[in-house]
């Protein structure tokens, strides 16, 4: 393609060659319900043909949006992400994505009458062809535009215009707004079933203060901070260096260690491997949660921790066989 795979303006994208085939949304986490609508605007531009001369196949983009709408409605209490931008441009792209239009989000964006939406957006993407969104998508000033609002002016335009059913698991719509909910609550498995993917932390490791490793439990530290935190606690992970294919399974413990550590501490992750590991300091690593296994708590002391650390790690390999 000649266009980059992530651009933050429409004028990068003003001279495309083949159809665009852009999804619209959100899509906090990229999960099973986005992908409905995402991947139906992928096979639409895989099994498109331009009329153009050039012969260029379609193009699947999507339109996101940095900072989250909630930011400017609601800038003291905005939603709290389930995962940042650039992770989830790269998933985007995982899903079949050609570009990704990063749109930001500001009061004059936000203003645009809903009739005139659009056709705003064609004036600014002549390629463009077909809307792809979900069923309860809300656009344009005072959020007036819905998906019936979309038809009438992509009959005007002569663009066409899917809506994708929400799916449910277990009777109930899959939102980026109930993983958030089971996400603080620790229901991991929860989670897991809804994104469609192990959710995952990322980062590099960082020297701590090697408690872990005097008590007979060595931890890989990751300062990972999540805005939509995770509930404080012990998980049942597998974790690997960035680019292996090899996992290992391990006991993380994601929260303020208070049995340890300062009453202002930063909520951070470390990672006891079951096994040797020769990961270290400077490493990068991707850690998937499996398992919610107990509370963080704050214990009596080191010895008691100890005990409870050896106990997690029995419960961790009864998860693992």
Known sequence: MNFPASVDNFEALSELKGDLHLAIGVFDSVHLGHKAVIESAVFSARRSVTSTSSGQGGICGVLTFDPHPSRLFRPEEPTRLIMPIATKIAMLHEVGVDCVICKHFDRAFASIPADQFLRQLKNALPALKSIYVGEN????????????TLIESGRQLG?????????KHNGEPISSTRIRKELEA??????????????????????GAQLGRTIGFPTLNLPWQPECLPRFGVYYVHFRKSGSKDWCAGVANYGVKPTVADADQVPALEVHGLETTVLTAGDAIEVEWLQFIRSEQKFSGVDELKV??????????ELAK
């Open 137 to 148: 998508f809300r656009f344009g000033q005072k959020r007036a535009g819905d998906v019936a």
């Open 186 to 207: 620790g229901d991991i498995v929860a989670v897991n079933d809804l994104l469609g993917y192990n959710y995952t932390a990322t980062g590099e490791i960082v020297s």
């Open 308 to 317: 409870q650390i050896a106990k997690d790690c029995e419960t961790a390999k």
């Open 159 to 167: 663009l066409g215009v899917f809506s994708a059913e929400r799916i």
